[in-house]
């Protein structure tokens, strides 16, 4: 169901409740107004009815309603806290669909394929102050013109929301899971997200598809000393391995470090066809090799865990492996 719908099917259920309420209150000899009202409530009931079924939207829709000090009611919104919030939200979104369309993320820089993820403001929605972001026609994928009802891009919307919901109502190890699984970009985003909304004392709430999700300070606070509690670290070096072998199809690589027995499953760089993969399983399988390496460190309540990305060979000096 699109945002919009969702909140106007919202708004139609809470009137024909408040007049519903009005009328079991009604004193018994109070006939005038139990016909008026009851006029009142057929109309509702009957505009509530007549409201598409929009369950499986072909295009994505977001709406981000923002409340607190940066906002003067349903009047107005402080422009510079609007234009961030939407910046570093649309930023999330785009480093998680990233990720999940199997790119290697770097914390800088162009993404691939970023405008697959943009998200357009196509206006304003009253209570407290909203935007409503869609997905524009000319994004939408092949795929849904054959058969298809439901964008891509909604699975990433629900994977943003899902994330800061539980960064901010989840328990610890829920929400160490979500730190250590997504990307750093995505993570630096969330975290200045949250960090402008506790800043600027903001409540925000997200509506898109069937989810919807408010965050009240508390909440706020809660993501934000998590998010604070966590510490990423990203580093690139040449170092000693040995190749257990590649899967191409899945852009994966085993190795060991150089004296380690522990094996190690890491993500390819995109930039490596299979072509090379392949290439690299027949003339490096169970050989020592220089492998160039990112390795992401996630600190999260004393707790570390580590990412690894193949970049490449390297005939460079190599330095030894960071320790947790």
């Known amino acids: 169901m699109k945002p919009i719908a969702k ?19 009604l004193d ?11 006029e009142h ?3 509702l009931k009957a505009e509530l009815a007549a409201m598409p079924d929009l369950r499986f939207p072909e295009s994505v829709s977001v709406a981000l309603f923002f409340s ?37 993320v770097h914390e800088r820089g ?34 849904l013109l054959k058969g298809e ?3 891509p891009l909604q699975s990433t919307v629900d994977k943003t929301i899902n994330a800061l919901s539980v960064l901010a109502k989840g328990k610890d190890e829920e929400a160490e899971s979500i730190i250590h699984d997504v990307n750093q970009r995505a993570f ?26 408010s965050f009240l300070k508390s909440e706020i606070e809660r993501a934000y000393l998590r998010l604070n509690q966590s510490q990423v670290d990203e580093n690139e070096g040449v170092f000693t391995v040995t190749l257990d072998g590649f899967l191409p199809n899945f852009h994966e690589v085993d190795f060991k470090f150089d004296g380690e027995n522990n094996p190690i499953r890491g993500k390819v760089s995109s930039e490596l066809d299979q072509d090379m993969l392949v290439q690299y399983n027949i003339s490096y399988l169970r050989k020592p090799l220089r492998a160039k390496l990112r390795i992401e460190t996630k600190s999260f309540n004393e707790n570390k865990k580590q990412k690894f990305v193949f970049l490449g060979i390297d005939e460079s000096d190599f ?5 947790l």
């Open 7 to 25: 909140i106007e099917r919202d708004y139609l259920q809470s009137r024909i409740g408040a007049v519903q309420a009005m009328l079991n209150n």
């Open 28 to 38: 018994a000899n109070d006939r005038i107004s139990r016909i008026g009202l009851t």
């Open 41 to 43: 409530l057929e109309e």
């Open 68 to 104: 607190g000090k940066p906002v003067i009611g349903h009047q107005g919104i402080e422009s510079d806290f609007a234009s961030k919030s939407l910046s570093f939200f649309q930023g999330i979104v785009t480093a998680i669909k990233a990720d999940l369309s199997g790119e290697i």
């Open 110 to 143: 162009k993404m691939r394929n970023s405008q697959e993820s943009a998200l357009h403001i196509t206006g304003t929605i009253p209570g407290s102050f909203g935007f409503l972001l869609e997905e524009m026609p000319e994004q939408l994928p092949l795929s």
């Open 149 to 151: 009802t439901v964008s």
């Open 188 to 213: 630096n985003h969330v975290k200045d997200f949250i960090e402008l909304m506790h800043s600027k004392e903001a409540n925000f709430r997200l509506v898109s598809g069937e989810k919807d999700q």
């Open 319 to 323: 330095p030894r492996l960071p320790t």
